[in-house]
């Protein structure tokens, strides 16, 4: 029964205990398509396991020094996004739920990256279609939720006023003090040798007078 899955070079004794756990987990109409085991570069004991079904996608880690299996499974119309990169040491396999939330599995044979990617497209796809049966309308895959960057309100230019240069008040001209300037010209007549003192000081007086 498990033959199908070990033709990709996958860890056999890791792929038995999966499978057994399946057995107790998938409902009637639930089949797994594909099983990739994780394969550390130096030690592999104990490695991480991926799933996939045509309902969702289980990722199984051992616990307990391998004596239990824990895993967290994601349905297909919560998935978002399936994403397969190859590094110099096989590759990873990644899924981004329609929340955002990210979870994956590194150290994947190159073969079985690539075949988990392959398989979670078809998935993806059949998907599609189901929802669009249900419905009966055309619908996509949702994508990944992405935080849209808040927009940047610029204000429009305000005209400024030119300021309001008030006119200078007009300065009243002083009138002249006709007596000072009478004064003045009686004392220069006076010290030119004009007059004597004694008109100078009666004039004064007359002037002064007209107060």
């Known amino acids: 029964m498990i ?3 070990l033709a990709d070079q996958q860890e056999q004794g890791a792929v038995e205990k999966v499978y057994s756990r399946l057995e107790q987990l998938l409902p009637t109409g639930e089949e797994a398509l594909y099983i990739a085991t994780q394969k550390k570069p130096l030690v592999n004991i104990l490695p991480d396991v991926v799933v996939v079904t045509n309902r969702r996608v289980l990722f199984f880690t051992p616990a307990n020094l391998g004596l239990s299996l ?23 396999f990644t899924i981004v739920t329609t929340q955002g939330a990210e979870m994956g599995v590194d150290y994947l044979p190159k073969v079985q990256g ?4 392959q398989f979670s497209q078809q998935c993806r796809e059949e998907e599609r279609k189901r929802a669009e049966k249900q419905t009966g309308h055309i619908i996509n ?3 990944a939720p992405q935080t849209a960057p808040e927009p940047v309100h610029i204000p429009e230019p305000v ?9 200078p008040e007009p300065v009243a001209t002083p009138k002249p003090d006709e007596l000072t300037e009478k ?6 007549l006076f010290d030119n040798g004009l ?6 000081n009666a004039k004064k007086l007359e002037l002064l007078n007209d107060l």
């Not at 499974?73 to 397969?84: H, S």
């Open 159 to 167: 005209a400024t006023p030119a300021p309001v240069i008030p006119e």
């Open 195 to 200: 007059i004597s003192q004694e008109e100078y």
């Open 183 to 188: 004064l003045k010209k009686l004392r220069m």
């Open 3 to 5: 033959d199908k899955f």
């Open 114 to 117: 690539r075949k988990l990617y």
């Open 70 to 92: 824990k895993f967290v499974d994601f349905t297909w119309k919560d998935i978002a996004d399936v994403n397969m990169k190859e590094e110099i040491i096989g590759s990873v």
């Open 141 to 143: 895959i949702p994508e």
